[in-house]
Structures are given as structure tokens and as C-alpha cells.
């Protein structure tokens, strides 16, 4: 490696794995490292899923010592570090900053909590705040808490969030910033920092909410504990950056007002930005702080997409795994090749997993797969499958940006689509088809580590603003535009999906199957 230059490493926490990826100063990963996880769950409350932080804190200091060794590099010089994870996860601590608590994102345990905040009449109040419906926000979970753990609550100092809690094992410093905190529901999205009506009229914990730092920041350096975790040099400059989904939006250079973008991953962000705080009148969507300060997201949350092709990848596609093994070929890849066989419509196949999202009565279907010919399993078989749990996603797409287009009135010419899912070409080009606008893929699809890369560029320095970073680090790799003739064939079937949804969704109403996941309150 070329003496002197500067690295800038960053640690992606989410759903299903937790990488650290090592960027040089012209953008480019140089190295990176991954391992997988899942959600915890606690087996005496339903519906809950514990982030392990002991576990995930061995799992990342791995993934940094691997990204080092296989880059080659010396660790000083790297020049600073950030995290960005998963949103709505807090993790508490007590009074000499030991972690007493920590849930991920979906947690739903605080199911009586939610109801009890709804009668109270808190909901709306919360939501016309903070910008999120009870669901999996921390209000509830407080409550929950409070009556389950009073230990923990009453030996609790301070919250922040996980990627806060990252930043915190590097740095010894707890803090927040906008795009994290506003995941926890306290946040006033106007002022952009933690909400004293909303702590005080929904009876939260007062004094242990940690400063707020925007995005882009440098807030410390690394412990010499931290480094000789992690292999990272002492001193390193520690950076806020935030968010995934926000992260995304910066690394694929949506920081004007008005940009719509697709963010693909384990789970899919179909989002606005904004440049005022825009409400769902009805309550569907929620609101966030975006990283540019006096900018906002608004967003629908499409549930488990990226985990519904690794099913499909584990439990049909052994075949393509054993020659991905063999080749060195991605297994996705391989099963795109199989799904591009089949028309749109996937041959009359149904997948149902993820609803459109509606925060006051979320609910996910048990999760199928339907209408199978049984006389014709070449078209209805295993390549069908594979594309109709594409297009199961790219409709959630379409809900979700229907509902953004009513309540922003900004209408939608085109999409950004980022993340895991922009790989490849079938993917992007089902969302051009099924959305009927062009589709512009960066040349980085895994936005949310390069929107943190950024971050650290701007907060050394090198750039003034926002705009200044983006236009000079984003380049686009091609633009997908609709097919027509599929284009009307999407609409059709858009409409029979959501038929199709709301009779699985009956089902598990009904108590016939469970949800594959039901929010809390609902």
C-alpha cells in the first residue's frame, strides 16, 4: 500500500450480520469482512429479539482485524472510524456505563405497553412529534421495562442507540446523532434532538439521553482498550455518521429535496427526502431525520425482503450454493439467472411476506408462496418462486411510493435504488417495470458503509458540505428504464397481489397461522 495515504474504516451493524469495510481516500473498499448473525430471541416474552451486544462486540472486533489483515495496510493509517447500523435498537447502561439491556430493531415485546399507550391517548401525540407510530419506537419498550425488569430500569443512567453503541466501545463516549436518535420515537424531528414533552407526557426515564451530534462529526478518539480489541491504532478519530437508511441516502447522493430512493437490504426503505418534516396524515409511514441538517425522510418499511431470498437461497437453491462454492459465483446471482427464464408475473406464483406498511395496524402475513401449477412445475417451480419473491418486494415498492407521492405531492420521475438487491439486473429492472420510472444505480450499491465514508471524509474536512461530498464521491454505473409491455403487465398483477395479501393476512387475523410479524398495539 502507497506510504501515507489515509483509510477510513467503517462498521456496519445490522439485522442479520454485522462487516467492517476499509475505504481509501478515493472511495474505493480495499478490503472488507462480514459475519453473519440473528435476532436473539428471549423465550419467555413473545415477540422479543435481543441484540447480544457481548456477541456482536467479538463478532465486529473480528471483522476489524480481518478487514486490516487482508488490506495489508498499517492501522495508523487509517485516518478516523465510524458505525452505522440498524435504526429503533437502544441499549441501556447503567451508572458505570456497563450494558444492562439492548433490543434490535424489531423487537415487539411491549405488545400490552403499546395498547396501554394507545388508551391513554399518546400515540398521536408521539407520532405528530417524533414522527413514528408506538410500534417498535422506545416509549413502549420503557413501559415494558419498567414493568417486567424494574431492576434494569431502575439502575439504568444512560440510552443511546446501537450504532451510538458502537461508537461508544471505540470511544468511551455516549452520544447520539439525528438520524439514530429520531429512530427511538423521543426525538422532536423539528429541533432534531430528544423531546421533553414527549419524555415527560409519556412518562420516560428523564436525565440519561445523551448529547446530539449531527452526522459527519468527530467526537473522540480510540481508547487504548478499543485498540488492542480491535487492532485499530489509539488515537483514531471517531466519527458520528448514523443510520442505515440515512447512510444509504448520503452514499447514493440523495440530499436534495424531492429524491426518491429504494434502499435494498434485509430490509427495504422506500423513502422521500424532504426539506420540512412531512407527517402521513393517516398515520401509514414514518419520518426520520435525514444526516443534512434541515432535511428529513419519510419512508415506507418493506419487512424481511433480504431475508426472504436468503430462505429461498437455504432452503431451495442447494444446487446453485454447491456451484457458487465451486465457480466462486455469487448463489444470488446464479438464482437471478434462473428467475430471468420466467415472464413477469412469475408465471401466475404469489409471494406474500412484507405488507405495505400502515404503522396503525402493521401487520405481516404468515409468510406463502401461491398459485402453483402442479401440472407444469418448469414454469411454476423453483425459477418462479425465486422471481415472484422479487416482485413481492418491488409491489411493497410501489405501495409504499403511492403513499409518498399523496402526501408530498412531489411526483416521482425516477428512483434511486441502492443496497444488496441493486446487484445485478433483474432486480432493478423489476422495479423500473413495476413502478413505471427509470431506475439510476450508483456505481457503489452498498450505500449505507459509503454514506458513512463520507461522513468521515466531511467530518476531517474535505468537504464543506453535503452536496460539495456527494457530487464529488457518487457516480452512477447506468439507468434502467421500464419495459413497457411488462409495465402493464405489473399493474395487473400489483392489484391481484394485494387480493392475494389481504386473504393471507385474514389468515393469520383469524388465528389459523401467526404472523410472521405482528407489531406491538396491533
Not at 145 to 167: H, Q
Not at 277 to 289: F, K, S, V
Amino acid at each position: 500500500m502507497e506510504e501515507g495515504k489515509k483509510y477510513f474504516m467503517v462498521i456496519d451493524i445490522g439485522t442479520g450480520s454485522g462487516r467492517s469495510v476499509l475505504f481509501n481516500s478515493e472511495g474505493i473498499i480495499v478490503a472488507s469482512s462480514q459475519q453473519e448473525w440473528l435476532p436473539v430471541a428471549d423465550p419467555r416474552y413473545p415477540g422479543s429479539q435481543d441484540f447480544d451486544t457481548e456477541t456482536a462486540r467479538r463478532v465486529l472486533a473480528s471483522t476489524i482485524k480481518d478487514a486490516i489483515s487482508k488490506s495489508g495496510i498499517d492501522a495508523g493509517n487509517i485516518a478516523a472510524v465510524t458505525a452505522t447500523s440498524m435504526r429503533e435498537g437502544m441499549v441501556l447502561y447503567d451508572k458505570d456505563k456497563n450494558v444492562i439491556w439492548a433490543c434490535s430493531n424489531v423487537d415487539a415485546r411491549a405488545d400490552e405497553e403499546a395498547v396501554e399507550m394507545l388508551q391513554a391517548g399518546l400515540a398521536r401525540d408521539i407520532y405528530d412529534e417524533g414522527g413514528d407510530w408506538l410500534n417498535i419506537i422506545s416509549p413502549a419498550r420503557f413501559w415494558w421495562i419498567r414493568k417486567n425488569e424494574p431492576e434494569v430500569y431502575s439502575n439504568a443512567r444512560y440510552v443511546n442507540m446501537i450504532s451510538d453503541w458502537y461508537l461508544f466501545i471505540l470511544s468511551g463516549l455516549i452520544v447520539t446523532d439525528p438520524t439514530i436518535g429520531s429512530s427511538s420515537g423521543i426525538f422532536n424531528l423539528k429541533s432534531r434532538t430528544w423531546s421533553e414533552n414527549i419524555i415527560s407526557n409519556a412518562d420516560l426515564p428523564k436525565d440519561i439521553y445523551p448529547p446530539v451530534i449531527e452526522s459527519g462529526h468527530v467526537i473522540g478518539e480510540l481508547t487504548v482498550s478499543a485498540a488492542e480489541e480491535t487492532g485499530l491504532a489509539p488515537g483514531t478519530k471517531i466519527v458520528t455518521s448514523g443510520a442505515d437508511t440515512q447512510m444509504a441516502l448520503v452514499g447514493a447522493g440523495a440530499v436534495t429535496p424531492g429524491t426518491y430512493t429504494v434502499c435494498g437490504g434485509t430490509f427495504w426503505q422506500t423513502a422521500l427526502t424532504t426539506d420540512y418534516a412531512l407527517y402521513d396524515p393517516e398515520y401509514r409511514l414514518r419520518t426520520l431525520c435525514h444526516a443534512v441538517p434541515q432535511q428529513w425522510m419519510t419512508e415506507g418499511i418493506g419487512f424481511y425482503h433480504g431475508f426472504a431470498m436468503r430462505w429461498v437461497r437455504d432452503a431451495f437453491c442447494q444446487e446453485e450454493k454447491e456451484e457458487a462454492r465451486k465457480t466462486g459465483k455469487s448463489a444470488y446471482s446464479l438464482m437471478e439467472s434462473l428467475a430471468s427464464g420466467i415472464p413477469a408475473g412469475s408465471n401466475g406464483v404469489y409471494a406474500t411476506f412484507s405488507n405495505i406498511m400502515n404503522s396503525k395496524k402493521w401487520i405481516h402475513s404468515p409468510p406463502a408462496l401461491v398459485g402453483f401449477d402442479l401440472l407444469d412445475p418448469d414454469a411454476t417451480g423453483k425459477a418462479a418462486v425465486v422471481r415472484a419473491v422479487m416482485e413481492s418486494a418491488a409491489y411493497v415498492t410501489r405501495g409504499h411510493l403511492e403513499i409518498l407521492q399523496e402526501i408530498s405531492k412531489i411526483s416521482c420521475d425516477k428512483i434511486i435504488m441502492v443496497g444488496g438487491a441493486s446487484n445485478g439486473n433483474l432486480w432493478p429492472q423489476i422495479i423500473a417495470d413495476t413502478t413505471g420510472v427509470p431506475v439510476m444505480l450508483p456505481e457503489v450499491k452498498e450505500t449505507t458503509a459509503f454514506g458513512s465514508y463520507i461522513c468521515c471524509r466531511k467530518a476531517l474536512g474535505d468537504y464543506s458540505t453535503w452536496s460539495e461530498a456527494t457530487e464529488d464521491s457518487v457516480l452512477w454505473e447506468r439507468t434502467v428504464e421500464p419495459d413497457k409491455k411488462n409495465v402493464e403487465l405489473y399493474n395487473q398483477a400489483f392489484d391481484k397481489w394485494k387480493s392475494v395479501y389481504q386473504y393471507m393476512v385474514k389468515i393469520s387475523e383469524d388465528n389459523v397461522l401467526p404472523a410472521l410479524w405482528k407489531a406491538p398495539g396491533v
